[in-house]
């Protein structure tokens, strides 16, 4: 498609639970980021993908956060026992690779899941 | 340590005058790109220009422009001709290296433009 989409709109969770989010990023992107947005305003960056592979995972948190891009299928990224700092908006992004150092590879947003854990 | 830093507090712009939105970074790559993204009350991030470490005339796309200051580590937003939409928070971003590296985020600059 043409833009970035993720689902669900909106996810609630009470303290525990497993929340799962989904992203399905522009069609002939290469690339997949997530973002973590907590209070309107501070973005964390969690973990990107090559395709399939991950390319960054520095940002995730290893015990309870995972993440995968398969192919034909959205990408997920799935909290175990979620905790209520969980409880953020998560962005999904995706960017082609046109490569070279001048490119600037814009990332393209999807709408956000915000996850609120109860 | 902060890599991003917008520091100016809520603004309140009359419509039709510019605004100036103050980004300064951190780096010590010789490769590197900024960007700006606006998002309104309803959630989504919207691209707004890009300016690349190497480039050198500053960014410009419709009502707005990029004020680059490669010197003193600055990458400021100006708004012209401000309209009631604009109203919205505005996330200046910084990709070290070039290729799809991650996106570092400052903590925004809300912006309320009145009639």
Known sequence: GEEVAQTPKHLVRGE?????????????????????????????????FQNENVFDETGMPKERFSAKCLPNSPCSLEIQATKLEDSAVYFCASSPNRGGRDSYNEQFFGPGTRLTVL | ???????????????????????????????????????????????????????EQNATEGRYSLNF???????????????????????????????????????????????
């Open chain 2, 1 to 55: 340590a902060q890599k991003i830093t917008q520091t100016q507090p809520g603004m309140f712009v009359q419509e039709k005058e510019a605004v100036t939105l103050d980004c300064t970074y951190d780096t010590s790559d010789q490769s590197y790109g900024l960007f700006w993204y606006k998002q309104p009350s309803s959630g989504e991030m919207i691209f707004l220009i890009y300016q690349g470490s190497y480039d």
């Open chain 1, 16 to 48: 525990g639970q497993k929340a799962k989010l989904y992203c399905a990023p522009i069609k002939g992107h290469s690339y997949v980021f997530w973002y973590q947005q907590v209070l309107k305003n501070e973005f964390k960056f969690l973990i990107s």
């Open chain 2, 69 to 115: 200051q490669k010197a003193r580590k600055s990458a400021n937003l100006v708004i012209s001709a401000s309209q009631l939409g604009d109203s919205a928070m505005y996330f200046c971003a910084m990709r070290e290296g070039y290729g799809n590296n991650r996106l570092a985020f400052g903590k925004g600059n809300q912006v309320v433009v009145i009639p």
